[in-house]
């Protein structure tokens, strides 16, 4: 617990641990028994579960430093008000209009996670608005915002319990058809036919071992579950094999089928079917624009889409031929 209060990435991360679960942001903070710094205001009205329009307007964050968020957890504050002068996202602005796919890419440390972020409200915004379905993320209640959005991060998280529990989580009304069918639809239901206890074989931390493209899958289950009309998603393919890789590539093709999305791409594909990419470079958007009129353009989408996105995918196909020998 201690360990906990200290460093803002600490609690950063547990909060983002248990978005990924898609359980409550505010659990986190009950179980250390702290205020959350995200509060939801008097009079915030329901989000429809179909908004699905997403916009940037002008936003501009910097994360505010750990002593400020213990102490203002500490103190009962509603939220920090002081913000150190590392600003990191610098008035990005963008609109995904409803079943809109953006591709976010850029270098390390450009801002991309920092802006799925803030469509969880992780953290409020400085200045600007993060709009979902038009209304500003901060007028609305947070039960109804995180049924809303889901999120899946790269390392997708699974609770030591039943494969059931876990994904019901995310809808507790389910039946067992519907569980099926999400588990269909996410590639991974063999695995789970093949599991001695089924449904019911405990995961997690001690129980079966799940490799990291079966996490992903069951994670992608899980948001097929929850059907959220958005989809914040932190693309991960760096550590899984090549038959995982299209496992969860299929996966994902379902889960976003039909759905607003905001994607951290780290695959070419992705950002082939993006109808934007935003180039992100030191917190700003340097260029935007389709696939293919990036690379007419010849910029540092171009390079990146040279060394990152074609280098990924000539890796992929070395491990296939390593693979099939
Ligand atoms: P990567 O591709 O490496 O994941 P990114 O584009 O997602 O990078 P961010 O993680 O959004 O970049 O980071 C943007 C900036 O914000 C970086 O300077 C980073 O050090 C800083 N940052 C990220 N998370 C926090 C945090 N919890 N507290 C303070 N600063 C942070």
Do not use: C
């Given at each position: 617990?201690?360990?906990?209060?200290?460093?803002?990435?600490?609690?950063?991360?547990?909060?983002?641990?248990?978005?990924?679960?898609?359980?409550?942001?505010?659990?986190?903070?009950?179980?250390?028994d702290?205020?959350?710094?995200?509060?939801?205001?008097?009079?915030?009205?329901?989000?429809?579960?179909?908004?699905?329009?997403?916009?940037?307007?002008?936003?501009?964050?910097?994360?505010?430093?750990?002593?400020?968020?213990?102490?203002?957890?500490?103190?009962?504050?509603?939220?920090?008000?002081?913000?150190?002068?590392?600003?990191?996202?610098?008035?990005?602005?963008?609109?995904?209009?409803?079943?809109?796919?953006i591709?976010?890419?850029?270098?390390?440390g450009?801002?991309?996670?920092?802006?799925?972020?803030?469509?969880?409200?992780?953290?409020?915004?400085?200045?600007?608005?993060v709009?979902?379905?038009?209304?500003?993320?901060?007028?609305?209640?947070?039960e109804?915002?995180?049924?809303?959005v889901?999120?899946?991060?790269?390392?997708?998280?699974?609770?030591?319990?039943?494969?059931?529990?876990?994904?019901v989580?995310?809808?507790?009304?389910?039946?067992?058809?519907?569980?099926?069918?999400?588990?269909?639809?996410?590639?991974?239901?063999?695995?789970?036919?093949?599991?001695?206890?089924g449904?019911?074989?405990?995961?997690?931390?001690?129980?079966?071992?799940?490799?990291g493209g079966?996490?992903q899958?069951?994670?992608?289950?899980?948001?097929?579950?929850?059907?959220?009309?958005?989809?914040?998603?932190?693309?991960?393919?760096?550590?899984?094999?090549?038959?995982?890789?299209?496992?969860v590539?299929?996966?994902?093709?379902?889960a976003?089928?039909?759905?607003?999305?905001?994607v951290?791409?780290?695959?070419?594909?992705?950002?082939?079917?993006?109808?934007?990419i935003?180039?992100?470079?030191?917190g700003?958007?340097?260029?935007?624009?389709?696939?293919?009129?990036?690379?007419?353009?010849?910029?540092?989408?171009?390079?990146?889409?040279?060394?990152q996105?074609?280098?990924a995918?000539?890796?992929?196909?070395t491990?296939?031929?390593?693979?099939?020998?």
């Open positions: 617990l201690t360990r906990l209060l200290g460093p803002l990435q600490a609690l950063s991360n547990v909060r983002i641990d248990i978005m990924t679960a898609l359980v409550s942001f505010d659990r986190v903070f009950e179980v250390l702290l205020p959350s710094p995200i509060q939801e205001k008097p009079g915030a009205v329901a989000l429809p579960a179909s908004s699905s329009r997403l916009e940037f307007r002008d936003v501009h964050f910097s994360y505010p430093r750990a002593e400020d968020v213990s102490l203002a957890s500490l103190e009962g504050l509603a939220r920090t008000e002081s913000r150190d002068n590392g600003e990191v996202l610098h008035g990005v602005s963008f609109v995904a209009e409803p079943g809109q796919m591709a976010l890419v850029g270098p390390s450009a801002g991309k996670s920092t802006m799925t972020h803030l469509v969880a409200r992780l953290y409020d915004v400085d200045s600007g608005a709009l979902v379905g038009g209304e500003d993320v901060r007028d609305v209640q947070l109804s915002l995180e049924a809303v889901g999120y899946v991060t790269q390392d997708a998280h699974m609770f030591h319990d039943t494969i059931r529990a876990n994904l989580y995310a809808r507790p009304d389910a039946g067992e058809a519907d569980v099926w069918k999400a588990l269909e639809a996410a590639h991974v239901a063999d695995l789970v036919r093949s599991l001695p206890d449904l019911d074989t405990v995961v997690g931390d001690r129980g079966y071992r799940l490799s079966e996490r899958r069951l994670a992608i289950a899980r948001l097929l579950l929850k059907a959220p009309a958005v989809v914040v998603l932190d693309e991960a393919t760096a550590h899984l094999d090549s038959e995982s890789e299209a496992a590539q299929r996966a994902l093709d379902s976003l089928e039909g759905r607003t999305s905001l951290i791409a780290h695959r070419l594909s992705t950002v082939r079917n993006a109808d934007q935003l180039v992100l470079e030191q700003q958007v340097v260029e935007r624009g389709t696939h293919t009129e990036l690379i007419v353009a010849g910029g540092l989408y171009a390079d990146l889409h040279r060394t996105f074609l280098g995918e000539r890796e992929v196909a491990e296939g031929v390593t693979a099939t020998g």
